[in-house]
């Protein structure tokens, strides 16, 4: 290895070593970096269309409207309310990653409810899955139409919208230390308030009218819209996450609202494997020397990425906002936590200074790099190059995935079940 003892180097995964030799191949490294180009716009272009249904009054809005990060009162969001009728098909395209579009339904359970008509005047051949709401338990049309999706060869989750309804009026029964209010008539309630006894109740409830109705291996996800990190809106997350084909995931997983450490860990692991990819695309045609260093890049290409670290991550004025009204914490309390610049900070002034910062130590890289990987050897300064602005990724998604990690233990703390009571004073009068 030409002198070089690998191992004295900060570590590049070995997967990524090998991410970098199949993207330049044996073919030459400008070639290589118009594919890596495209193959990360090629993200950017994976449309997602996601199909919310349910009865009227479930919650349909209310969660398309959650999903995008939105509240009701934003100018982009689906109207809500009890007397809200959606009529037609919309579309509400994610307002920060606009090839993800969530639709609203119409409504379902008239009287004359067929689901395959439903289904075409909806226009089913559309959309990626289903997800079917109810607040309570599942009727028969909701059924009826979870079976013929699964027909018609499509996924379906259903959602029990309204859960923190269901543990409000479940404590009435209970006095402030949460033992059972004194009543002569016959109860099936337990002595002691417990909010995973209700919960799993409710589950129970919808998974055996589920198994009832003929439906197998039913999975049933509690939400309440008022808080996406309880219940089970993170293991949703995970769940169509996983079960989404591969090239649509990572499209998928970034625009998903930061509520669960998991869902971080799965970003950070997803644009960990697109590292090269991008300092790969920064060695392309647009490179041009930055003075004073011996590195090679197109700077534009690394603010972008940057940027995109930030917004997938909610490192911007924006996301804070909105997590911080929805934390009803102090945004300055967010901010606190943050150690790496948020997306407004990031200049090309600051991407030369981060690259600089990690230029000396990359030079260790390029004779190593001109082992491993000869193509990188036809362009000499991608030698130095590469692993340069490899570290400097690697190191700001590194630090942004930390701080976001810290600023969701902020937002989360002190809510220890404001399933309740807390709801209501968060909700905007
Ligand atoms: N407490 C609570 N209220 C909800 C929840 N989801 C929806 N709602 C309320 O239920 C009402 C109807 O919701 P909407 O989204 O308009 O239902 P849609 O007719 O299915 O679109 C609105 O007042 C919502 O604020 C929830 O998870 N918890
Ligand atoms: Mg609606």
Not at 217 to 231: A, Q
């Amino acid at each position: 290895m030409a002198g070089v003892d690998v191992k004295e180097l900060p570590k590049i995964p070995e997967e990524d070593v090998e991410a970098l030799k199949a993207a330049v191949g044996k073919g030459n490294l400008a070639e290589a970096a118009v594919k890596a180009k495209e193959a990360l716009e090629m993200v950017d272009k994976i449309i997602l269309n996601i199909a919310v249904t349910g009865e009227s009054g479930s919650g349909k809005s209310s969660f398309v409207n959650t999903i995008r990060g939105l509240r009701d009162e934003d100018a982009a969001a689906a109207e809500t309310g009890v007397n809200e009728t959606t009529m037609k098909t919309t579309a509400y395209p994610h307002p920060s990653y606009p090839n993800v579009t969530v639709w609203d339904l119409p409504g379902i359970g008239t009287e004359t409810f067929k689901s395959d008509t439903y289904l075409k005047q909806v226009g089913f051949s559309r959309y990626d899955f289903f997800i079917i709401i109810s607040c309570t338990r599942f009727k028969t049309h909701d059924i009826e139409l979870a079976q013929e999706i699964q027909r018609q060869g499509k996924q379906f989750y259903f959602v029990r919208s309204k859960v923190d309804q269901d543990l409000t009026n479940e404590k009435r029964h209970y006095d402030q230390a949460g033992i059972l209010e004194q009543s002569n008539a016959p109860t099936k309630r337990s002595h002691q308030y417990s909010e995973s006894a209700v919960l799993e109740a409710i589950r129970e409830n919808c998974i055996s009218g589920l198994k009832a109705a003929k439906v197998t291996s039913p999975r049933v996800f509690l939400v309440s819209r008022w808080d996406l990190g309880k219940y089970d809106y993170p293991k949703l997350q995970e769940v169509l996450v996983d079960e989404l084909p591969g090239h649509k995931r990572h499209a998928f997983l970034r625009s998903l609202s930061n509520v669960s450490k998991e869902t971080l860990e799965k970003k950070k692991q997803q644009l960990q494997m697109q590292i090269w990819l991008k300092s790969l695309a920064s060695c392309g045609v647009a490179a041009v020397p930055l003075p004073g260093l011996s590195t090679v890049c197109d700077i534009a290409i690394l603010v972008t990425s940057l940027k995109e670290y930030c917004r997938d991550f909610g490192l911007n004025e924006n996301a804070l906002a909105t997590l911080a009204r929805q934390a009803n914490k102090p945004i300055a309390e967010l901010k606190a936590v943050i150690k790496s610049p948020l997306s407004e900070e990031i200049t090309k002034d600051l991407v030369i200074k981060l690259l600089t910062k990690y230029a000396a130590g990359a030079v260790k890289y390029s004779t190593y790099l001109l082992n491993v990987i000869p193509a990188v050897g036809s362009v000499v300064s991608a030698a130095v190059s590469l692993p340069t602005t490899y570290f400097m990724l690697q190191n700001f998604l590194d630090d942004a995935a930390a701080d976001a990690v810290r600023v969701l233990e902020v937002a989360v703390k002190g809510d220890v079940s404001n399933s309740g009571k807390q709801h209501e004073n968060t909700r905007t009068p």
